[in-house]
């Protein structure tokens, strides 16, 4: 909860967490603001700042409204980044509503504070209320788009491939290195530079028909079949690599180093492997 200050500056009110001693650790590192206990002895604010867990923020709305601080033109806004603004529920209350979600992880706030310029941030909502926010989180460092209330879940969902979901590609390697009998103590020796360059490739160039290499972008039947043949007594691996072979298979298309005939047959062994049971 935020006092409006001026277009940029603002001033930390108060801090309601699910425990007083986390408001009061929070206030600690942020330098500013009070702890509170309940939602009953809130200060009149401008601005509301909603970062509880998805499943809560209901709740945290609801909290606020019967609480009877809210005033005309207030802003009520959360950081969620599937949810968007429309999940903000305030009956009767002439307060405006917005959702700003930072591409950034905040898992270390020492370290997210410092690396936090240059991250961007999806704002959605009423006008009145992203307006300001463009310029609030910009005054940070935030680099704000707009985001189609309707496309939030899409946009998350983006965000998780290719962050959440990579981890768990990286534990299906790790998990066939070991079958392949080589020690944990070796696996990040492999790894760490294919992904390493992999990424420095998208970083460099996100265009991703510059980065994809391997024997689908060469049109390799034979290594890919083979591949097929080593996974096939794990479902989940046959699954992950069937379809993520697919994608580069569209991809590979588009570079056009692989015949047509090669990566359609590539495509067929594919798709007889994810569904295959």
Known sequence: MVDQQSSIKISINQILNS????????????GDGRAMKDSDRLNPADIWLITTPDDAIQEGCKALAESGILNPGNI??????????????????????ASVHPVHSFADPEKSLLSF???SCAVEGDYQATALLNELFTAIGGKCFTLQSDKKALYHA????ACNNLVALLSISQQMLSAAD????????ILNPLIRQTVDNYLNNPDVTAALTGPISRGDHETVA?????????????KAYSILGEV???IAEQ???????????????????VNYE
């Open 19 to 30: 425990t007083q001693e986390s408001a009061i650790k929070a206030v600690d590192f942020i």
């Open 255 to 273: 570079q056009g180093y692989a015949s047509d005939a090669e990566l359609h047959k590539i495509s067929e062994l594919l798709a007889r492997t």
């Open 248 to 250: 580069a298979v569209s």
């Open 76 to 97: 009520v806004l959360h950081c969620s980044g599937s949810l968007s603004s429309k999940i903000i529920a305030l009956p009767n209350q002439q307060c405006y509503r």
């Open 226 to 238: 083979a591949h097929v043949e080593a996974i096939s007594a794990r479902r989940q691996w046959r």
């Open 158 to 161: 983006a965000t998780v491939m």
């Open 117 to 119: 310029a240059g991250s």
């Open 182 to 189: 080589i020690a944990e103590s070796q696996q990040a020796d």
